[in-house]
């Protein structure tokens, strides 16, 4: 399967690349994205023959599907990964909360957050293809938490992948601070950056941009190359856990093959939102895809009346951190598949320049056709800690922000599939805010309050990290991160 560019060709960049090719330069002509030229086909016997299936077999036989250039032999390395999480034979977890409400626990890898289902066997094939062409590369990463640790995790120790990865110094949680600053492999830079999420971001793209900084690399003949959520090799990975929930409430008996549910996920990037849109084009039985917003709800306003509309918000910090964006990049996929390269070109030049546009009636119906959309305000999403809670099922406040998109956006009476993307661990302050009332506690004390009203360990994974040495300890000034990723190669 080859990959064409959703801003159309500008005559100096291929017209259609190969998987490879396209995960390892993502941006194509016009600053746009490489999409799927088109979708593989998985017809009603497809889900019946894959019922019985493991989860590493279905992704072997969906991503076989999609034919691309990668050895079968790294596709299976890349696959067994998933052996690391907490139940080999069942990776992803689906839990009944109420009649009509599955949640599907996204978060059981080796960081607790969900980004590990796509970077885990996405570093194996990346690193992969580098060592293939004999190539050396260095991959950057900003994080306001959740991507940093996965990164850091997958490319650890790997040949011809070195990582530098920036956080905001005092913007993450102890524990996603900890995870990243434990850890300790000498292909692997940890950068703390004296101020907020924005700054470390504008950092990296000035990183990007910098010609000194390309020419320095050139010589030292390394390759550069990002972690982030718009590159495909970690979209195609994003595909399959839609269709194994899928088949799971099958399999509980939930509903019956060939029904329709819905699909209600926590927003940020919309990475895992076109997972589910890709899915759902290739086949499986949705509805619609619920998509769930904190109080930076620029994508329900856009759900709700086609405007994308920049101008008057700015990025406001919630308790749902990893949901805190609002340029949303991967909707981009979304308007070039259904509208076409042209009309995406169009629509992504006037957010650049006007900072936003409005789609026309036709294109909202259509849009609407596929997603619904609300958000939740962290005041509500803390009730709905507490509430589900009581219930007897403890979540995190990125997953709370579905519990609203399932009251107010259903239309029919179908079975929902909430996607859980943090465990409780990542964000405990504000879930023992949400349980006992107090505030403002350390993430050790409010871990150690949670495990005792809900009755639960630790795992050893988040305990253990309050013990481990500190490895990088670098923190620094943001006018003086070039210099430091320029030292460490
Ligand atoms: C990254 C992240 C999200 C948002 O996912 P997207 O694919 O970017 O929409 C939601 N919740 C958590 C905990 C995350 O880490």
Known sequence: ??????????????????????????ISSFGGLYSPESLPKLDPSFFTSQLDSDYKTLARVILASFNIDIDA????HALDLYDSFDDPSNPVPVTKVYDDLYV????????????????????????????????????????????????????KNKTNVQVACMYPEGGTSDVQRLQMVTEDAHNLKVIGVKGDFDDTQTALKRLLASETFKRTLKQKDVHLSAANSVNFGRIIFQIIYHVHSYLELVRQNAIDMGEKVYLD???????????????????????KILIASNSNNILTRFIHSGHYDLRTLSVVQTTSPAMDILKSSNVERVLFD???????????????????????????????????????????????????????????P????????????????????????????????????????EIDVHDIDALKS????????????????????????TVIEKDAIEQEILAFL
């Not at 399967?1 to 993502?26: C, K, Q, W, Y």
């Not at 998109?405 to 023992?432: G, N, Q």
């Open 398 to 437: 990125h997953t709370a922000t579905c519990f609203k998109a399932y009251e107010t956006c259903r239309d029919k009476p179908l079975k929902t599939i909430v996607y859980s993307t943090a465990e409780w661990t990542k964000f405990s302050p504000v879930i023992a805010n949400a349980l006992t009332g």
């Open 265 to 287: 996920l926590p927003s940020g990037n919309f990475g895992n939102a076109l997972g589910g849109y890709y899915a759902m084009k290739m086949g499986l039985p949705v509805e």
């Open 1 to 26: 399967m080859n990959f064409i560019e959703t801003r159309g060709n500008d005559g100096r960049h291929p017209e259609t690349v190969s998987f490879s090719e396209a995960i390892l330069t993502p």
């Open 73 to 76: 032999t790294i596709i299976k």
């Open 104 to 155: 599907s626990e996204l978060y059981h890898g080796p960081t607790r957050a969900f980004k590990d289902m796509a970077l885990q066997p996405f570093g194996v094939v990346l690193s992969a293809i580098a060592q293939n062409r004999k190539e050396r590369y260095l991959i950057l990463a900003a994080t306001s938490g959740d991507t940093g640790p996965a990164a850091l995790e997958t490319f």
């Open 338 to 396: 259904l509208f076409g390269a042209e009309r995406t070109k169009d629509l992504m030049h006037q957010l650049d320049s006007d900072k936003c546009y409005q789609l026309t009636t036709d294109e909202l119906e259509q849009i609407q056709s596929i997603f619904a959309a609300d958000y939740c305000e962290d005041d509500e999403g803390i009730a709905y800690i507490k509430r589900v809670f009581d219930r007897g099922y403890l979540m995190d």
């Open 450 to 473: 949670i495990a005792k009203v809900a009755d639960i360990t630790i795992p050893s994974m988040i305990s253990e990290l309050f013990e481990k040495e500190i490895a990088q300890k």
